[in-house]
Structures are given as structure tokens and as C-alpha cells.
């Protein structure tokens, strides 16, 4: 059952900084890595990505998911958690959420085997927004003053780099048999009060961080993305029509030493409209080796997390919970010589 969230909710989103990647370079780089320290969190608008190359997933995927279920369940292509369709079940541990989903392979070998209704929209889509990711994060490592512009981006641009696509589809709660109790829809309407934006209390995919390098996030107009601010408190990030959510993932905070912050966040379903919501998690391959960028850990900030292969990681997160504080696991306690030092 999926529960309801009296959380405190902060109304006004203006504090989520917008940045315009056409703007002077050193200007842009720094405002990347202030919001990443400050958020975690950003909205990107003038990114480059061409609006045709966007609406044609997203029309391929809402095509997606307009087909009846057992059609879905048979073009989940592979029986390899995680790709493929999937329904309210997230990950194999017990997670549910008001959420319909196809998780894709974004590597280039895996896509030429994709139905052939999403593979062009898919391989257009994957190869312009891993160029995105690839540009924001040259700009981080030059606002961080690292010696290599490459040092993160080289990690995506790996042939057998594990990057994923994830479509996820929200479908609208009002013409739903959504009241545990009853089935009754006036007592769902109760039970799942929206705001004005018509964004429901209910949760769609629940609080949780990205375990990857970079998430470059686009949905369609209808919000429910939030993120957490601070514990318990969540900012709507409300929709925009061409702008890309940017948010920092575990593996990242990693190689940073904590500056930056792989922040929470989750999607609530709106009553009316349906949301689809299109992530392109930036992976490392999994023989990557992860380790803080060497100037970023000094005496006054000591270095917080043991080195790990992605391997590793993505089985430590794979065999938790959604809202589990991985990163956790690798922290580096205090009196601990030996982890680090790797
Ligand atoms: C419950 C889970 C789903 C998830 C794997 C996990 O065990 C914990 C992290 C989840 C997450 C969140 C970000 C991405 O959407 C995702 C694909 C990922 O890499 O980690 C999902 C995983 C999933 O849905 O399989
Ligand atoms: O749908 C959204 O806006 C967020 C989805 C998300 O956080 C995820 O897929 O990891
Ligand atoms: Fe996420």
C-alpha cells in the first residue's frame, strides 16, 4: 500500500537555481558548482539538446506506454534487473510506488537491439544527452579547479560505461480505483488532496538518491518532482517547458570528498495529467575505480568515503532499499588509517 506524506512542503521553488549554459563559461562553471554544493540540484535551460530530439522520446514513450500490459511485459526485452518494463515494483526488495517504468541499457551495442518504434528515438536521445552530461561535467571539474578537464567526463565516454535511460510514466490518480479500503474514487479524491498545480500527496517513485555520477532529467509539464532540502523538508521543483533537471549522484558526492551533494528526492502523482519523466543516469563501467579527486581532501577536510569499484556499489545499492543512505557503507570512520589511504 502506498502511504500518504504529511511532510512539510515549501511552496515556493524560486530558491533552485536556473542556469544558462550559453552564458561565459567561467560564469556558468561556477554557478554549476555552487548550486551543486548549495542543492545538489539544478535546472539547465540553452543546453543544446535539440526540442525535436525530446518530444520524439517522449511521444515514443507515452506511445510506449499506451499499450495494454501484457504487451509491455512482453517488450521488457530481458529478464536482467534492471531493464525492462516495469509496474508500481521498484527494484526486487519490496519498494512500490504509482509508477509504470522502462529501464534501458543507454549503451550503443544494447540499443541497436531495442524494439524499432523507440530504438531511433532512444539512440538520438542517449548519444545528445550523454554529450550534455559530458559538457556539464568538464565545467565541474574546471569550477573545482581540477588538473584534467576529463577527469569525470572520461568515465561516461567509456565504451562500457553502465549508463541507463529510465521512462517513467505517472499515470493521472483521478480515473483510478485508488482508496485502499474501499475502491470508492470519492474517497481517493479524500485521501489524495492535490494543490492547484494538481500534484497529489501520493507518492509515484519514492525518496531515494541516484547511486550514478550525474542524472540529466526531463519531464514533461506536469510537476511532482520534489527534492529534499533538509531532512523532511521538500521543494517542488515545478515543470518547465525546455529546461533539463541536473542532480548530482552518490558516486559523485564520492569523487568530490562530499562537496558536492547527491541530493533526495522523489515524484508525487498528479490527479489529472499524466507525467513522464525521461533519466539519463551517467554511470562509470563497472570496473571503474572510485576515489576522491586527490586536491579536494586536505586536512581540513578529511577524506569521508573508502575507494570502490562501480561494481561494487551498484550491488550494495541493488541488494537495499529505495531510500537507503548508501554512500553510508563506504564512509570512512574515524581512526581508520588503512581505508584512507586506498
Ligand atoms: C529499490 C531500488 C530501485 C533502484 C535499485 C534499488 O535497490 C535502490 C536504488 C534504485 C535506483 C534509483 C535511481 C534509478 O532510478 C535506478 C535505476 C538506480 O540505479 O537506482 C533505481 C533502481 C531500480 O529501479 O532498479
Ligand atoms: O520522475 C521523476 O521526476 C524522478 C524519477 C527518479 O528520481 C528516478 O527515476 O530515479
Ligand atoms: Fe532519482
Known amino acids: 500500500m502506498v502511504e500518504n506524506t504529511p511532510t512539510p512542503l515549501i511552496p515556493n521553488n524560486e530558491i533552485l537555481p536556473l542556469i544558462d549554459l550559453k552564458g561565459q ?17 539544478f535546472k539547465l535551460i540553452n543546453h543544446g539538446v535539440p526540442m525535436d530530439v525530446i518530444s520524439s522520446l517522449e511521444e515514443a514513450s507515452f506511445d510506449f506506454f499506451a499499450k495494454p500490459s501484457s504487451e509491455k511485459e512482453r517488450a521488457s526485452l530481458c529478464s536482467n534487473p534492471p531493464y525492462g518494463y516495469g509496474c508500481k515494483n521498484i527494484g526486487l526488495n519490496g519498494d512500490v510506488g504509482e509508477v509504470e ?56 565516454r567509456a565504451v562500457n560505461s553502465d549508463s541507463l535511460l529510465r521512462l517513467n510514466h505517472y499515470p493521472p490518480l483521478r480515473d483510478r480505483d485508488t482508496s485502499p479500503s474501499t475502491g470508492n474514487a470519492a474517497a481517493a479524491t479524500a485521501s489524495a488532496t492535490s494543490g ?27 510537476g511532482g518532482l520534489q527534492i529534499s532540502v533538509q531532512d523532511g523538508v521538500w521543494v517542488p521543483v515545478s515543470p518547465h517547458p525546455t529546461a533539463f533537471f541536473v542532480n548530482v549522484g552518490d558516486v559523485l558526492q564520492a569523487m568530490t570528498n562530499g562537496k558536492f551533494l547527491s541530493v533526495r528526492h522523489r515524484a508525487m502523482v498528479n490527479w489529472q495529467e499524466s507525467r513522464m519523466s525521461m533519466a539519463y543516469f551517467a554511470s562509470p563501467s563497472l570496473d571503474s575505480r572510485i576515489s576522491p579527486l586527490a586536491h579536494l581532501v586536505t586536512p581540513n577536510s578529511p577524506r569521508l568515503y573508502r575507494s570502490f569499484t562501480w561494481a561494487e556499489y551498484k550491488k550494495a545499492t541493488y541488494s537495499g532499499r529505495l531510500g537507503d543512505s548508501r554512500l553510508n557503507l563506504f564512509r570512512i570512520q574515524p581512526g581508520d588509517e588503512t581505508a584512507a589511504k586506498q
Do not use: W
Open 25 to 41: 563559461r567561467d560564469e556558468v562553471s561556477k554557478l554549476i558548482v555552487k548550486a551543486c554544493e548549495d542543492f545538489g540540484f
Open 101 to 156: 517504468y522502462l529501464i534501458l541499457d543507454a549503451k550503443p551495442a544494447a540499443i541497436t537491439t531495442y524494439p524499432i518504434n523507440l530504438r531511433d528515438a532512444v539512440s538520438s536521445y542517449v548519444e545528445a544527452v550523454r554529450e550534455l552530461a559530458c559538457e556539464i561535467l568538464d565545467l565541474m571539474a574546471e569550477g573545482l579547479g581540477a588538473q584534467q578537464t576529463s577527469v569525470f567526463s572520461s568515465f561516461i
Open 196 to 222: 492547484a498545480d494538481g500534484v497529489c500527496n501520493r507518492i509515484g517513485f519514492g525518496e531515494h538518491t541516484d547511486p550514478q555520477i550525474l542524472t540529466i532529467l526531463k519531464s514533461n509539464g506536469v
